[in-house]
């Protein structure tokens, strides 16, 4: 049995307001807060050689810089990642959903029933996404070692659809510093729990 614990990055000041792919926008105080809460309660339950996967990106770096130091570690043992970034949104890039919908309302129209496969305008496809997950997640089990990876809700929500062997739309959309632990067996989760920042 392999150890999974998906991490989503703590909040940004674009966190809720405006979509974020590729920008690189910082925690804010809430989100170093939470970051920091959410290691604390993780550090306790990680075996000393966990392996933590990270995004490049830098919400996702200093999520996995507080993961490092509760389990004193050195954040140059954070292996980086690019296929855990999260997607490219393209056209919504740093935009409201209300200035996206003015823009392009079919995609606003689209995203606000849910869909679960978006090709993103000028950015990354709905297949290219998967795809990269699924050779990121493959890897991850594929070492057979206790594992942390930290990332963003939509790389996170394929992966967990993976793992529980079931669509990703049907898996939980993690938020801002919140973590889902997964048990696998022969690729497969065989319990999963969230938990959730302590502020």
């Known amino acids: ?54 995004s490049p990106a830098r919400r996702a770096l200093q999520t996995a810089a507080a993961i490092t130091a509760a389990v004193d570690r050195d954040d140059a043992d954070v292996l980086v990642d690019d296929r855990w970034n ?51 997640w493959d890897d991850v089990i594929s070492r057979g070692v206790p594992t942390v990876v930290v990332s963003h809700a939509g790389p996170l929500r394929h992966a967990l659809g993976l793992a529980l062997a079931r669509p990703p739309e049907t898996a939980e959309w993690l938020e801002p510093a919140t973590a889902a632990r997964v048990e696998i067996v022969r690729h497969r989760a065989v319990s999963e729990t969230v938990l959730r920042s302590l502020t």
């Not at 105080?29 to 306790?44: E, F, I, M, Q, R």
């Not at 949104?89 to 079919?106: H, K, N, Q, S, Y």
């Not at 606003?108 to 990354?124: F, N, Q, S, T």
């Open 86 to 136: 999260e997607a490219d949104c393209g056209i919504a890039e740093g935009r409201t959903f209300d200035e996206l919908a003015a823009l392009v309302p079919d995609l606003a129209a689209a995203l606000a029933r849910g869909e679960p496969a978006i090709d993103w305008p000028g950015g990354e496809t709905a297949a290219a996404l998967a795809a990269r997950v699924e050779a990121a």
């Open 1 to 54: 049995m392999t150890e999974v614990v998906l991490v989503r990055h703590g909040a940004t000041a674009w966190t809720g307001h405006r979509y974020c792919g590729r920008s690189d926008p910082p925690l804010d105080a809430t989100g170093l807060a939470a970051a920091a809460s959410l290691a604390a309660s993780l550090a306790p339950t990680l075996p000393p050689h966990v392996w933590i996967v990270s």
